[in-house]
């Protein structure tokens, strides 16, 4: 493992990372990131749809031969459970105000629905991260997608305050994962690919 991560997107390393949709908005941006290619004749929308196309999670897990526990994608916005994936049901998806079954989660999957955001369809980012802590360790899963959102939602609301502070929290929670996983790879058990 890596001592330090990477960053795609940092132009001052050079390191640029283009969206090619027309439609510069999430759907459309997340399927092109989950696919690999734009579809802006078909992906025009934020409707809460199935994705229409395989995504890297659904050929990662076809390739690997791997059960619906073994690839996990936990997000915010509810929007991602039908983004994630191409077949419903083909992975362990947990996104928005869900629920999520687990004796570790019982409680956190309750609080969720009792501290509601401003936005009805994006949970906290606290709820997401460790609710996908508790799946990441529990089921160890090869594949892991993670999304929060509370940056996105903060800054169209024009609130840069609560945008930065999202941001330091998503920097920790991003090393918290990074430090997880690298845990996980030093076990004998067969590590995720976060």
Same mark, same amino acid.
């Given at each position: 493992m890596r001592e330090s991560g990477s960053i795609f997107g940092n132009r001052s390393q050079s390191s640029n990372v283009l969206i090619s949709n027309r439609h510069r908005f999430s759907y459309p941006g997340y399927s092109e990131i989950l696919t690999g290619e734009a579809h802006d004749d078909v992906i025009d929308s934020n409707e809460n749809r199935q994705n229409p196309f395989p995504?890297? +999670?659904d050929f990662l897990r076809d390739r690997l031969s791997l059960t619906a526990d073994k690839v996990g994608a936990f997000a915010s916005w509810d929007t991602m459970r039908w983004i994630a994936?191409?077949?419903k049901g083909s992975i362990t998806a947990n996104a928005? !105000?869900?629920?999520y079954s687990h004796p570790e989660a019982e409680q956190l999957s309750r609080l969720q629905f009792e501290t509601m955001t401003p936005w009805a369809s994006v949970r906290h980012d606290f !709820?997401?991260?460790? +609710?996908?802590m508790i799946y990441l360790k529990s089921h160890r899963p090869r594949i892991f997608f993670l999304s929060l959102g509370e940056t996105d939602d903060w800054a169209h609301e024009g609130n840069y305050g609560r945008t930065l502070e999202a941001l330091l929290q998503s920097d920790d929670r991003m090393r918290q994962l990074w430090t997880t996983c690298g845990k996980l790879l030093s076990t004998k058990a067969r590590p995720p690919l976060c």
């Amino acid at each position: 493992m890596r001592e330090s991560g990477s960053i795609f997107g940092n132009r001052s390393q050079s390191s640029n990372v283009l969206i090619s949709n027309r439609h510069r908005f999430s759907y459309p941006g997340y399927s092109e990131i989950l696919t690999g290619e734009a579809h802006d004749d078909v992906i025009d929308s934020n409707e809460n749809r199935q994705n229409p196309f395989p995504t890297v +999670l659904d050929f990662l897990r076809d390739r690997l031969s791997l059960t619906a526990d073994k690839v996990g994608a936990f997000a915010s916005w509810d929007t991602m459970r039908w983004i994630a994936t191409h077949q419903k049901g083909s992975i362990t998806a947990n996104a928005g !105000y869900e629920p999520y079954s687990h004796p570790e989660a019982e409680q956190l999957s309750r609080l969720q629905f009792e501290t509601m955001t401003p936005w009805a369809s994006v949970r906290h980012d606290f !709820y997401t991260f460790e +609710l996908a802590m508790i799946y990441l360790k529990s089921h160890r899963p090869r594949i892991f997608f993670l999304s929060l959102g509370e940056t996105d939602d903060w800054a169209h609301e024009g609130n840069y305050g609560r945008t930065l502070e999202a941001l330091l929290q998503s920097d920790d929670r991003m090393r918290q994962l990074w430090t997880t996983c690298g845990k996980l790879l030093s076990t004998k058990a067969r590590p995720p690919l976060c």
